[in-house]
Nanobody
């Protein structure tokens, strides 16, 4: 089964940068539609960015121009480069893989996705 493991989270001051990584293992040929989601306690998990099998990308309006999603298929690794971070970016970030029709590209949530365990990002004022 596909497994995803995130890393790279931490604490950073507003305006700073972080790069998150997500290593994907298993049946990676079914995991080339990927996304990053984030969630604060008590809130719904929301989509941040997504990338499809042809490397097309989409972003939530709140992060457009500041965050960049990318994937290195040779390394089976998904990335989220985070620049100009704001306190409202504070959340636990999860990477995901969609084995289906890439609904994840529209930042939709689905029980059919494969999920990582998440990595915490904290942005201080």
């Amino acid at each position: 089964q596909v497994q995803l493991v995130e890393s790279g989270g931490g604490s950073v001051q507003a305006g700073g940068s972080l790069t998150l990584s997500c290593v994907v293992s298993g049946f990676t040929y079914k995991a080339y539609c990927n996304g990053w989601f984030r969630q604060d306690p008590g809130k719904e998990r929301e989509g941040v960015a997504a990338i499809d099998g042809l490397y097309s990308t989409t972003y939530a309006n709140s992060v457009k121009g500041r965050l960049t999603i990318s994937r290195d298929n040779a390394k089976n690794t998904l990335y989220l480069q985070m620049n100009s971070l704001k306190p409202e970016d504070t959340a636990k970030y999860y990477c995901a893989a969609d084995p289906g029709a890439c609904g994840i590209f529209n930042l939709f949530l689905s029980s059919s996705y494969y999920w990582g365990q998440g990595t915490q990002v904290t942005v201080t004022s």
